[in-house]
């Protein structure tokens, strides 16, 4: 079975500085999605970045880029220059064969200081 | 465009009594998924259904069901309600038929806060 971890339950950064997340995860499939996906306190879980692990570039969307290393099993959110926004739960998810549905890490806590 | 639809917000039971949680997806889209969300086990899979029919289920008991309509509309339905089963249920959309498996977006709502007393 696929799974997520996360191993900062808890994260906190200044404001405009950079703050990365980390996220490994375990399968024999070879062909898979990632994500991060936001939880802010209204509870809707926004999509933030999604990587295809057959592509070796690490995807990137404005300020936030990933660090993909596939033989690694390692997934891991930078976020540069962090706004107060940004505060949220993160959540590393991963889909593909041999799951159901997406399989989430246990979400990491992103506190964003003033 | 309106998004994913979780009627209603916020829920309280009974242990024994019985809760149908319902999600309207974004229009257009086929497929609906169910999570559950617990601080203890975090985010965990129920179902997938893609054009009324189940297309994937998680590991969880025969209590829990659901069923999708031609609308694509979802409802889940949770019989026999444990104090455990106390959790944010949310619902996800995506166009594709595969949901997850082929890494489209899945598009979330709001979410249904249920408890069990």
């Known amino acids: 079975a696929q799974t997520v971890t996360q191993s900062q339950p808890e994260m906190s950064v200044q404001e405009a500085e950079t703050v990365t997340l980390s996220c490994t995860y375990d399968t024999s499939e070879s062909d898979y999605y990632l994500f991060w996906y936001k939880q802010p306190p209204s509870r809707q879980m926004i999509l933030v970045i999604r990587?295809?692990?057959?592509?070796?570039q690490n995807a990137t969307e404005n300020r936030f880029s990933v660090n993909f290393q596939k033989a690694a099993k390692s997934f891991s959110l930078k976020i540069s220059d962090s706004q107060l926004g940004d505060a949220a739960m993160y959540f590393c998810a991963y889909s593909g064969g041999g799951a159901d549905g997406l399989t989430f890490g246990k979400g990491t806590h992103l506190i964003i200081q003033p | 465009k309106a998004g994913v639809t979780q009627t209603p917000r916020y829920l309280i039971k009974t242990r024994g009594q019985q809760v149908t949680l319902s999600c309207s997806p974004i229009?257009?889209?086929?497929?609906v998924s169910w999570y559950q969300q617990t601080p203890g086990q975090g985010l965990q899979f129920l179902f997938e259904y893609f054009s009324e029919t189940q297309r994937n289920k998680g590991n969880f008991p025969g209590r829990f069901s659901g069923r999708q309509f031609s609308n694509s509309r979802s409802e889940m339905n949770v019989s026999t309600l444990e104090l455990g089963d106390s959790a944010l249920y949310l619902c996800?959309?995506?166009?594709?038929?595969?949901?997850?498996?082929?890494?489209?977006?899945?598009?979330f709502g709001q979410g249904t806060r249920l408890t069990v007393v």
């Open positions: 996800a959309s995506s166009r594709q038929g595969r949901g997850a498996r082929d890494g489209t977006e899945a598009f």
């Open positions: 229009s257009g889209h086929r497929s």
């Open positions: 990587q295809e692990a057959y592509k070796q």
